[in-house]
C-alpha cells in the first residue's frame, strides 16, 4: 500500500542557498510517518500500551533541490522484515514534476524501558 502526505516548501526551511536545508527532508519524512500513524488509528493504541516507534537507521539520496513555496509530495511503502518495519519514501517536488529525495528509514518498536516489542498485527496491516 502506497501512503501518501502533502505540504509546501517554507521559508524557514531554507539554508543560506536558498533551498531546502538538508536536515528539513528528515523532518518531512517524519510527518509523513505520523500522518500514516494517524489515519490508520494507530496512535491512540501506542498511547494506551505505552509504546514508541523509534528510528534507528535513516538513509537519504538528495537529488533535486527544493526551493520557497514549492508544492512537494512525500510518497511512502512501508514493509516488515522482523524486527523492523522500515519507510520507503520518496520526496516528490509537484511543482517542478521531480523526485528531490528518496529516504530508506528503518524503524523499531519499544516499550517505556526502551525494551524491543514485536510489530502487532494492526502495524503490519499497514506495511506489504
Do not use: C
Amino acid at each position: 500500500m502506497k501512503y501518501s502526505f502533502k505540504t509546501d516548501v517554507r521559508g524557514y526551511e531554507l539554508d543560506s542557498y536558498g533551498h531546502v536545508n538538508n536536515a528539513v527532508y528528515v523532518s518531512y519524512t517524519e510527518q509523513a510517518r505520523w500522518e500514516i500513524l494517524k489515519n490508520a488509528q494507530l496512535l491512540d493504541s501506542f498511547l494506551e500500551k505505552e509504546l514508541l516507534l523509534v528510528v534507528t537507521e535513516t538513509n537519504i539520496r538528495y537529488m533535486r533541490e527544493l526551493k520557497l513555496f514549492d508544492k512537494i509530495e512525500i510518497n511512502t511503502e512501508i514493509k516488515f522484515e522482523a524486527p523492523y518495519l522500515i519507510f520507503y519514501h520518496d520526496v516528490l517536488n509537484l511543482t517542478m514534476n521531480t523526485k528531490a529525495a528518496k529516504a530508506v528509514v528503518k524503524t523499531l518498536l519499544i516499550d517505556k524501558e526502551r525494551i524491543p516489542q514485536d510489530i502487532p498485527n494492526e502495524l503490519k496491516s499497514i506495511a506489504k
